[in-house]
T-cell receptor
Framework: AQKVTQAQTEISVVEKEDVTLDCVYETRDTTYYLFWYKQPPSGELVFLIRRNSFDEQNEISGRYSWNFQKSTSSFNFTITASQVVDSAVYFC?????????????FGAGTILRVKS | DTGVSQDPRHKITKRGQNVTFRCDPISEHNRLYWYRQTLGQGPEFLTYFQNEAQLEKSRLLSDRFSAERPKGSFSTLEIQRTEQGDSAMYLCASDNAGTAYNEQFFGPGTRLTVL
């Protein structure tokens, strides 16, 4: 069975601090996809990144970066120089490979509060 | 706006009543998903359709829940004889089936409160 664990329930930081959100996953599949979604107070889930299991290169997009390590089954997300607008709930998710499996298995989420 | 839309956004009902939610996916997407999100938790998969065929249902989807996608476009999710435990946010998402992974786009959700 697939499982995603986000051990940090809530994190509070002061603006401009860096913050890392942890994600640990479990799957028996050799091919799978990992995701991060953001859920701002408005409630709509916003896609941030997708990674497939064969691509362990770290990725950077502006202030966001992701560290994927298969050896530890982790897919951590770092926000550099956090801003108040980053305050939201962040979800890590896992999916089997298409075309058969596409449902997302989500972690419980991490609430990020960025204070000015 | 051509994103995923859901109606209604909020629904308050009394225990025992039936409710129906609607989801309109992005028009060119042939796959549609329903998820349920309770307070403090991540979304949980309920069911999905490819065109009009319902291909998978979660064990979470009890007999009181039924979903349809009659013409392969919009979908409805009906809950019969609602219970307080059904109170949650019901999310709809859509994407395109294929051999390459395609991102799921989520709608704003329908928040159900059962009194």
């Amino acid at each position: 069975a697939q499982k995603v664990t986000q051990a940090q329930t809530e994190i509070s930081v002061v603006e401009k601090e860096d913050v890392t959100l942890d994600c640990v996953y479990e799957t028996r599949d050799t091919t799978y996809y990992l995701f991060w979604y953001k859920q701002p107070p408005s409630g709509e889930l916003v896609f941030l990144i997708r990674r497939n299991s064969f691509d362990e290169q770290n990725e950077i997009s502006g202030r966001y970066s992701w560290n994927f390590q298969k050896s530890t089954s982790s897919f951590n997300f770092t926000i550099t120089a956090s801003q108040v607008v980053d305050s939201a709930v962040y979800f890590c998710a896992l999916s089997e490979a298409p075309p058969d499996g596409n449902k997302l298995v989500f972690g419980a989420g991490t609430i990020l509060r960025v204070k000015s | 706006d051509t994103g995923v839309s859901q109606d209604p956004r909020h629904k308050i009902t009394k225990r025992g009543q039936n409710v129906t939610f609607r989801c309109d996916p992005i028009s060119e997407h042939n796959r549609l998903y329903w998820y349920r999100q309770t307070l403090g938790q991540g979304p949980e998969f309920l069911t999905y359709f490819q065109n009009e065929a319902q291909l998978e249902k979660s064990r979470l989807l009890s007999d009181r829940f039924s979903a349809e996608r009659p013409k392969g476009s919009f979908s409805t999710l009906e809950i019969q004889r609602t219970e307080q435990g059904d109170s949650a946010m019901y999310l709809c998402a859509s994407d395109n089936a294929g051999t390459a992974y395609n991102e799921q786009f989520f709608g704003p959700g329908t928040r159900l409160t059962v009194l």
